[in-house]
T-cell receptor, first 112, second 115 residues
Framework: GENVEQHPSTLSVQEGDSAVIKCTYS??????FPWYKQELGKRPQLIID?????GEKKDQRIAVTLNKTAKHFSLHITETQPEDSAVYFC???????????FGTGTRLTIIP | DAGVIQSPRHEVTEMGQEVTLRCKPI?????LFWYRQTMMRGLELLIY????????DSGMPEDRFSAKMPNASFSTLKIQPSEPRDSAVYFC?????????????FGPGTRLTVT
């Protein structure tokens, strides 16, 4: 089955700087890669996703890049703000199966 | 839309008791997922349904766990008998699948404590 590894497990960034979280996956058939944000005590919520027919997708301060050859994808947050502090999860699945395999999460702390 | 609804929000029970968690997906969604989240194991998919039919239950830990979806608007996850290691937050999520995997919308979760 699919295995998703996520790094780093914790990340502290000065407010205004950029944050990058990286994930690798094992199943070459995977072609859907969402990122979820989970604030303390809350539910995971989708912030951005990418499908394998594109290499990069942006939404305001958030971007995701995908390298299918290397089987890795990354989340980039620019101009970080205190409200970006949360745990971020990457995940992977393929079109034939909705099952999402999640990474272990990255606790991002924005330092004011 | 009210979003995915789960009940109860908190459950404290003693070891050996039966626990039933409930979920109402977003109206119109045709896929439903049950997840378990713990510090040690992260976010794990237990089972998911599409059009009320179980598609993948490979994440169900053991026979003590069972899930049903009798109709498009209701699902249950049952643990019988419960054990302390079942303590976790259980999330239900739903999505609309139209050929491609879609965004999964999570419910608020049920925090289960087994003493």
């Amino acid at each position: 089955g699919e295995n998703v590894e996520q790094h780093p497990s914790t990340l502290s960034v000065q407010e205004g700087d950029s944050a990058v979280i990286k994930c690798t996956y094992s199943d070459s058939a995977s072609n859907y890669f969402p990122w979820y944000k989970q604030e303390l005590g809350k539910r995971p919520q989708l912030i951005i996703d990418i499908r394998s027919n594109v290499g990069e997708k942006k939404d305001q301060r958030i971007a995701v890049t995908l390298n299918k050859t290397a089987k890795h994808f990354s989340l980039h947050i620019t101009e970080t703000q205190p409200e970006d502090s949360a745990v971020y999860f990457c995940a992977a699945s393929n079109f034939g199966n909705e099952k999402l395999t999640f990474g272990t999460g990255t606790r991002l702390t924005i330092i004011p | 839309d009210a979003g995915v609804i789960q009940s109860p929000r908190h459950e404290v029970t003693e070891m050996g008791q039966e626990v039933t968690l409930r979920c109402k997906p977003i109206s119109g969604h045709n896929s439903l997922f049950w997840y378990r989240q713990t510090m040690m194991r992260g976010l794990e998919l237990l089972i998911y349904f599409n059009n009320n039919v179980p598609i993948d239950d490979s994440g169900m830990p053991e026979d003590r766990f069972s899930a049903k979806m009798p109709n498009a608007s209701f699902s249950t996850l049952k643990i019988q008998p419960s054990e302390p290691r079942d303590s976790a937050v259980y999330f239900c999520a739903s999505s609309f699948r139209d050929g491609l995997a879609g965004e999964q919308y999570f419910g608020p979760g049920t925090r289960l404590t087994v003493t």
